[in-house]
């Protein structure tokens, strides 16, 4: 078997150093297990959108159509470009234009991590849909700069799109305690919402074993905080996904432990795979990111790709290592000391 192509796009700020970390590691843990990865960076950021006016080159998808994987490192640094361009010119489009429109979110305690609640479990899988919903970008402003301006925003939901990541849930559910929980607003949102939890019944039908619950969104929120062990598998909306999964992250500790996979299920293109935290432009140049996040990113890459032996490998490296204290406390261990920490630990 052949190189598994990897696109490695480091972006922003942290993003860099955090995805440095991230090949150093999983380049040793295939080598070890005889799986070969070759990597191609591109250096496609804020500031190329500086120089050329575009996040990333004109024909960006289609080079990127190549790779077998993508390791997204961070995009965004609001001082010199506004989130609105830099989320649009280069994550939204590639997940869009490859169907990634599974995001899967893990949230547990790592050993050793201590989160704010006083709960010594936590373990949810969250699956975000990934292309529709609240962040279609459909809508427009008009009368602009006037009293009488306004401004519509259009939330598209298709048929394909809620069944498809329902379904994803679904299975995803079987593969681990068989719950499901499917988020709304269907008490407010009639038509969007009501259509979701309609989609949500017909598909039970076909998955007796699995255990259905819904909620409105405001409700589970509370109880990620309250009763995360009643939990398991939660399925949600683009933007109901973003605000939980960012819950969910505090929880487990912060965002240097949270880890996400873009997913074309199908595989008719490549899935991409980065940490959450952002760019960090206030740390960027202080080396103490923590890269965990996109170490364990790289480790569901792996998975992703077949190499199992080496994503259980790093994940144990990453677990050894939290359960040496290192790497669980915001800027008490350098960047470079919490990957050398990860990479003594993989052999």
């Not at 078997?1 to 922003?12: L, S, V």
């Not at 959108?49 to 490192?73: N, S, V, Y």
């Not at 949230?107 to 201590?114: A, N, S």
């Not at 019944?201 to 969104?217: C, G, I, K, M, T």
Request: aromatic share 6%; with cysteine; proline share 5%.
């Amino acid at each position: 078997m052949g190189a598994h192509k990897i696109a490695i796009i480091p972006g922003d700020g942290i993003g860099t150093p955090v995805t440095q970390a991230a090949w150093q590691v999983i380049s040793e843990a295939c080598a070890l297990d005889g799986a070969a990865l070759e990597a191609t960076w591109f250096d496609w950021s804020c500031d190329t959108f500086l120089k050329t006016g575009r996040m990333m080159p004109e024909d960006g998808i289609e080079t990127l159509r190549g790779f077998d994987a993508i390791l997204l490192g961070a995009v965004g640094w609001p001082q010199k470009v506004p989130d609105s361009v830099s989320l649009h010119g280069l994550l939204l489009p590639i997940r869009k234009n490859f169907t990634q429109y599974a995001n899967i979110r893990p949230h547990r305690l790592l050993p050793g991590v201590v989160g704010p609640l006083r709960a010594e479990k936590f373990d949810i899988l969250c699956i975000r849909e990934n292309t529709e919903g609240e962040y279609s970008g459909a809508g427009g402003r008009v009368h602009q700069g006037t009293a009488d301006e306004v401004a519509v925003e259009t939330s598209i939901f298709t048929r394909t799109g809620v069944e498809r990541i329902l379904r994803f849930g679904f299975e995803q559910a079987r593969k681990r305690r068989g719950k499901l929980a499917s988020v709304t607003k269907s008490n407010a949102q009639k038509y969007s919402m009501v259509f979701w939890d309609e989609v949500t019944d017909q598909l039970a039908a076909e998955y007796p074993d699995v255990e259905v619950s819904r909620y409105h969104v405001d409700a589970i929120a509370a109880r990620f905080v309250m009763a995360p062990e009643t939990l398991d598998v939660v399925v949600a909306s683009n933007l109901f996904g973003d605000i939980l999964t960012d819950l969910g992250a505090a929880i487990q500790g912060g965002l240097g432990f949270a880890a996400s996979a873009n997913i074309n299920p199908d595989r008719s293109a490549p899935s991409m795979f980065e940490p959450v935290h952002g760019s960090a432009p206030d740390i960027a140049d202080l080396g103490i990111a923590n890269p965990i996040a996109t170490i364990w990113s790289a480790a569901m890459m792996l998975e992703h790709l077949g190499e199992t032996a080496s994503a259980v490998r790093v994940m144990a490296a990453i677990e050894a290592t939290t359960a040496a204290g290192i790497g669980t406390t915001p800027g008490q261990n350098s960047t470079d000391e919490i990957t050398n920490a990860v990479s003594e630990r993989i052999a």
